[in-house]
């Protein structure tokens, strides 16, 4: 077998990979040795920005096949006919975590899926919860700040989350999601994932409905206690990423099952909850869940920065088919995430591999930092010509959408009508938790809320408090106890005519 000889990166082939130029044994380096630079200089640059949010991730390829019929609801040529399959990449993460923090620590998992499409990228972007703790982009960097290091402290701050998800009530129905036993999932396949936001479909009549994007776990659910997530910490920081690896390499492929909620334009005026809403969800008794397709991932990157690192996702790369709708927060993400990619791997970022449409890509961008391919050759760069042959195809229109207001104004999303938060964590706290997760979502919100200090410590306390008995007297009590607050402390946090429900 022939041997592949040693080279620069230009191609150069050289000998002294190991020692650098010097005058004499004893001198001091010469300047010329240029593979002395090479390799310092792209040593220096080998790690571009993290992720600002979701920084710590894993992923693997796989598949998406129809098992079920959906061409009533959309035109998307994914869903064309049953047993057609597309090719993924998906990304699981941590949200608020550095690069190097541990797989297990209490936080909501990112889960995103890139499918690789004959009509382009089709990128849904969500967590694993249907909820978010957000209802206005506006909201979202002041909320990533308390997730991440104090700018005195550089330290994680229980104060500061506690503060800000206090002033923010309608956080409240995701905080009960995290500080329960889902906020720490064992791995990354025993959890479902869920598109979280409202999107639309279209189909080839050009009828318009609102879906809902659930994955459920082909795997089942499992989730670590609060202290089995804090022992696994200690023992392997990265086995989220360990477990799905070894899990493929095994052929043990994960599987989820892809379903959908859908609900008309008509009944999306009047429901009881704004569909459009990321911190409410749809009743599943309202609007059932209709089977799609299988998601199965069994091919491992080959190389971890190439294909994982190196992907970008976006909720505004949607196919023929597919669309938006008035959700608030997606409509930030909009601009957010691309915007993201640009400044982390730069304005061609859809033209590293991992990201690149495998089919026709025919447009008129141009140039920019990390240009990889023949930049449209000596074809025009401009739009309309006449010389080459690509035209805006009418087939790809979508429908007008019909506006509730043509005023444009400063709406304050907790006004009446949109102000209800706490419904739907009772719901979820009375109705969802088994007894046991009930008796953990308690202890890690008491010892989660332990950590608050400083001068605010009590006025925090109280009124987080307030919300946790607005959406059920019995949680309420049951952490004000945990935290040693007493009868008297406890009554004043009651709602109003709802201190008779109370039992010491």
Known sequence: MSQKKLTSASGIPYYNNEDTQSAGPRGP???????????MAHFNRERIPERVVHAKGSGAFGT??????????????????????????????TVGGEKGSADTERDPRGFAVKFYT???????????????????????????????????????SPTMMWDYWSLNPESLHQVLFLMSDRGTPV???????????TFSMINDRHERVWVKFHFKSAQGIRNFSNEEAAKMKAVDMDFAQRDLLEAIDRGEFPKWNLKIQVMTEE????????????????????????????????????????????????????????????????????????????????????????????????????DGQMRVDENGGSAPNYFPNSFDDINADPSYKQPAWELDSVVADWYDRNAEGENDHYTQPGIFYREVLPAQDKANLVNTIVGAMSGISGPKKAEIINRQLCHFFRAD???????????????????????????????I
């Open 267 to 366: 009944q999306a005026k009047t429901y009881k909850w704004n569909p459009f809403d990321l911190t409410k969800v749809w009743s599943h008794k309202d609007f059932p869940l209709i089977d799609v397709g299988v998601m199965e991932l069994n091919e491992n990157p080959k190389n971890y920065f190439v294909s994982i690192e190196q992907s970008a996702f976006a909720p505004a790369h949607v196919v023929d088919g597919i669309g938006y709708s008035p959700d608030k927060m997606l409509q930030g993400r909009l601009l957010s995430y691309p915007d993201a990619h640009r400044y982390r791997l730069g304005a061609n970022y859809e033209q590293i591999p991992v990201n690149r449409c495998p089919f026709a890509v025919n447009n008129y961008e141009r």
């Open 187 to 197: 791995g990354y396949r025993y959890m479902n994932g869920y598109g979280s936001h």
């Open 64 to 93: 998406f096949t129809v098992t079920n019929d959906i061409s009533r609801y959309t035109r998307a040529k994914l869903f064309s006919h049953v047993g057609k399959q597309t090719r993924v990449l998906v990304r699981f993460s």
């Open 473 to 503: 007297i019995g949680l309420g009590m049951a952490i004000a106890q945990g935290l040693g607050l007493d009868m008297a402390s406890l009554q004043q946090h009651m709602p109003a005519g709802k201190h008779e429900q109370v039992t």
């Open 118 to 156: 004959e009509d382009g990228n089709w990128d849904l972007v969500g967590n694993n919860t249907p909820i978010f703790f957000l209802k206005d982009p506006k909201k979202f960097s002041d909320f990533i700040h308390t997730q991440k290091r104090d700018p005195y402290t550089n330290c994680k």
């Open 29 to 39: 380096l010469l300047l010329q040795d240029f593979i002395l630079h090479e390799k």
